[in-house]
């Protein structure tokens, strides 16, 4: 069975903070993929990571880093000094080999206030 | 390059009439994703195409969903008898597969809206 959870529905930080979102995941198998979309007020789904399962180092990309860490099934995004343009709802989701279709956890909404 | 693009971006459809929605995926992908996301949840995966072939259908598909992409390019995806259970987000995927290469990425569309009434 492959699962995505992302257990923190709504965070709300000031501008400038540093924020962490969670995603557990569950898989039986050994080869998978994980990625990350943003999906702003406007709608559109915004691919921002892919990452396989053999490669568990870290990635930063500016302002934004993931830690992978197979050991827990884990795969967080941080943003680090959020801004207001960071506002909108973030997916986690897992692709399993020879499956094409992506299993999205439920989003996490990220409010940046100014 | 331009991105996906969907077709309508909002319909409004009475229980029981049909729809169709069209989806432009990105030049030369030859891969292509239909999702369905309702309000509060991830989108869910319905149905893809390799090229014109439609290979891998979700149980979410019922009878009365259909999907087409008749010359590998464009798609449509059809719902007859429309619901209100119908009413979601309607979004589309493409990406670009070769043999042998790392999995490939989706890139999505703006999506349709449907609101059944």
């Known amino acids: 069975a492959q699962k995505v959870t992302q257990a923190q529905t709504e965070i709300s930080v000031v501008e400038k903070e540093d924020v962490t979102l969670d995603c557990v995941y569950e898989?039986?198998?050994?080869?998978?993929?994980l990625f990350w979309y943003k999906q702003p007020p406007s709608g559109e789904l915004v691919f921002l990571i892919r990452?396989?399962?053999?490669?568990?180092q870290n990635e930063i990309s500016g302002r934004y880093s993931w830690n992978f860490q197979k050991s827990t099934s884990s795969f967080n995004f941080t943003i680090t000094a959020s801004q207001v343009v960071d506002s909108a709802v973030y997916f986690c989701?897992?692709?399993?080999?020879?499956?094409?279709?992506?299993?999205f956890g439920t989003g996490t909404r990220l409010l940046v206030s100014p | 390059d331009t991105g996906v693009s969907q077709d309508p971006r909002h319909k409004i459809t009475k229980r029981g009439q049909n729809v169709t929605f069209r989806c432009d995926p990105i030049s030369e992908h030859n891969r292509l994703y239909w999702y369905r996301q309702t309000l509060g949840q991830g989108p869910e995966f319905l149905t893809y195409f390799q090229n014109e072939a439609q290979l891998e259908k979700s149980r979410l598909l019922s009878d009365r969903f259909s999907a087409e992409r008749p010359k590998g390019s464009f798609s449509t995806l059809e719902i007859q008898r429309t619901e209100q259970g119908d009413s979601a987000m309607y979004l589309c995927?493409?990406?670009?597969?070769?043999?042998?290469?790392?999995?490939?990425?989706?890139?999505f569309g703006p999506g349709t809206r449907l609101t059944v009434l």
């Open positions: 995927a493409s990406s670009f597969s070769r043999a042998g290469g790392p999995t490939d990425t989706q890139y």
């Open positions: 990452r396989n399962s053999f490669d568990e």
């Open positions: 989701a897992l692709k399993n080999t020879g499956f094409q279709k992506l299993v």
């Open positions: 898989t039986r198998d050994t080869t998978y993929y």
